[in-house]
């Protein structure tokens, strides 16, 4: 017997009169948003930034690598006893600090890098630039040419553009002269020193083999898996004296490592280009094991720029002789271009010019700039601001920053905004959150937003489980892992030094965190570079490129299955067993784990590490 459903007609107006209420709060947020729009575009007045003072002197440092520019503007610093000094990286501020508190009486010389601070009102401040102040005596500007990066060049920009400084020294490459120029042509004096290599940078004729590298060596390649690849080749013939450096290690790592090497204890270092980012070390050699890169977008060979901002590491004037630059040969699916090396050996002698690219350098708005009066209104401020800058910047000599992933922020903030949460997401609060410097590309998008809403939620009074913003340190793991977990904790001193108190934690709670994976990676590095094997096909054993799994004829080879095992080599297929081939040249994806355990070895041998 059928049973009829009961009361169909209240339950349909019920569902009607639901949908109508949905229809009418729809309309009113629309409502809402279009008055915050026409309120910014009354009170809308963006103007291009100026600064307030015309620097009284501007002396342009060019040359190429290891020419002393930085050592004559710190000397000029050092003589000035007040000014700011100030880098992209890190180590550079750590290695000014430690040279100018050498000579100046103690309290003098302070250190600002957003992670660590030390006497950061002294006279003199050592600092990236994100954390330079916009006014000051004299500033001194490392590495300038990154005015024309496009993710960080616009600190570059608006520090040199609108710093209200008496004396500016800019340090960067010839090439970037014509970039920087426009950008202090209110100065009253401009002075421009041309410096000359102060060593000599020999190309070696013939490649160097693995057993022929020598002490005070730097091998470069250019992913975390051909880093690896590369130093397992080199520790069969120096075991234990093989060290690596790449982005992806906390950076008390990367100084320990630095510091093994400067001290010799280390006799060959594998770097990815990080090294050659103004960080000096004592190497006589530097080889090449590739000359190809993946730049985020695809797989290209080395520009002469980059090639001579590495090659210029070897021979530093002061810490060894002269230095040499060359490839090397015999590591599995790595093949370096020796012309490409010869051409950045000229640009790092100062022979010949580089091909940086021609960018301009990036204009990026602060919040005064936009006329915003609420957090809805910032999507359409930064969209109109983006479009005014361009028009406005046509015949200037910088252009407008794509500010879209701030929209994109924005947006994914907005839905968060209610109840008790929009009562404290003040325009203000929602500008810091979005320009938090928290990587917001897949996968790592959902930790921006989890830590975002951890702020708002602390700021409303609510309950934050402090697991949400720090996990604690692993317990066992690999390398990786103990990466992964240190860049969750530097993340989480991000957010805390801008909000902190949230969920009961301070910057230093996840700095501590940092420092005992750092201190769990150095301890493991040795054995993860002597355990690491060159790029193999992992099924059938040919030498392939370190950051691919199989060879082309595996990947594209249709396979049977039997019982026990999957095989490609037998020469019936049966319909229903065939696996799907993989994708021809897929990478390995790095950190895939299975579990517990990392994968991609060679079936039937242990996995081996990252």
């Not at 060359?326 to 490409?340: C, E, K, N, Q, Y």
């Not at 209104?377 to 794509?402: F, I, K, N, S």
Request: with cysteine.
């Amino acid at each position: 017997m059928t049973v009829p459903p009961q009361y169909p007609d209240r339950r349909r107006k019920r569902n009607a009169d639901r949908d109508l209420q949905t229809r009418d709060d729809d309309r009113a947020a629309a409502r809402i948003e279009k008055l915050a729009q026409q309120s910014w575009v009354e009170g809308a007045e963006p103007e291009l930034p100026v600064r307030t003072t015309r620097p009284g002197q501007v002396t342009f440092h060019l040359g190429p690598t290891n020419s002393g520019k930085t050592h004559d503007s710190l000397v000029a610093l050092a003589a000035n006893r007040s000014g700011v000094y100030a880098a992209p990286l890190r180590q550079l501020a750590h290695e000014a600090y430690a040279r100018l508190s050498a000579q100046l009486p103690a309290g003098t010389v302070g250190l600002s890098t957003g992670e660590e601070e030390i006497d950061p009102d002294a006279p003199i401040v050592c600092c990236t630039v994100e954390k330079a102040p916009m006014r000051g005596d004299l500033l001194v500007l490392d590495e300038s040419h990154w005015v024309a990066d496009p993710d960080r060049g616009h600190h570059w920009a608006r520090l040199v553009l609108t710093g209200d400084y008496r004396e500016m020294h800019l340090i960067s490459a010839a090439e970037a002269y014509l970039l920087l120029k426009p950008l202090v042509a209110d100065a009253r004096n401009i002075t421009v020193v041309n410096h000359k290599r102060l060593s000599r940078l020999d190309v070696l004729k013939n490649p160097v083999r693995a057993t022929g590298v020598r002490p005070q060596t730097l091998v470069v390649a250019f992913s975390r898996k051909a880093v690896y690849s590369v130093a397992a080749a080199l520790d069969t013939a120096r075991p234990g004296k093989v060290g690596v450096l790449y982005g992806a290690l906390p950076p008390a790592t990367r100084r320990d490592v630095i510091d093994r090497f400067t001290r010799g204890e280390t006799e060959v270092l594998v770097t990815t280009d990080v090294i050659g980012h103004g960080i000096n070390v004592p190497a006589t050699t530097v080889l090449f094991a590739e000359t190809t890169k993946f730049d985020g977008v695809e797989r290209r060979p080395l520009r002469t720029w980059e090639t001579a901002q590495i090659a210029g590491r070897a021979g530093r004037f002061g810490l060894t002789g002269h230095g040499s630059v060359g490839v090397l040969a015999g590591i599995p699916g790595l093949t370096p271009d020796a012309r490409l090396l010869m051409a950045g050996a000229e640009v790092a002698r100062g022979d010949a010019m580089s091909d940086l690219p021609k960018r301009a350098p990036r204009l990026r708005p602060d919040l005064d700039d936009l006329g915003a009066f609420e957090p809805v209104d910032l999507p359409e401020a930064l969209t109109r601001w983006m479009a005014w800058a361009r028009a406005a910047t046509r015949d200037q000599a910088m252009t407008a920053d794509d500010v879209t992933s701030l929209v994109l922020r924005v947006h994914a903030l907005l839905p968060l905004l209610k109840g008790p949460l929009g009562a404290v997401g003040d325009l203000w609060t929602v500008w810091r959150l979005i320009n938090l410097p928290i990587d917001y590309n897949p996968p790592r998008r959902t930790r921006w937003l989890t830590l975002a809403q951890a702020a708002l939620r602390s700021a409303a009074g609510l309950r934050v489980v402090p697991e949400t913003v720090l996990q604690p340190v692993p317990h066992r793991g690999t390398v990786e892992e103990y990466e992964q977990a240190a860049a969750a904790a530097r993340d989480a001193q991000t957010l805390l030094r801008s909000f902190p108190g949230v969920a009961g934690l301070e910057a230093a709670d996840a700095a501590e965190v940092e420092d005992a994976c750092a201190a769990r990676i150095t301890e493991l590095l040795p054995d993860a570079i002597a355990l690491s094997a060159s790029g193999r096909c992992e099924d059938c054993g040919t030498v392939i490129a370190p950051w691919f799994r199989t060879c082309r004829g595996c990947a594209t080879r249709p396979a049977v299955r039997t019982p026990g095992r999957d095989h490609h080599r037998g020469t019936q297929h049966h319909e229903g067993h065939r696996r799907q081939p993989r994708s021809v040249g897929r990478p390995a994806q790095e950190g895939t784990r299975s579990g517990g355990r990392a994968t991609g070895g060679r079936r039937g041998r242990p996995a081996r590490p990252r």
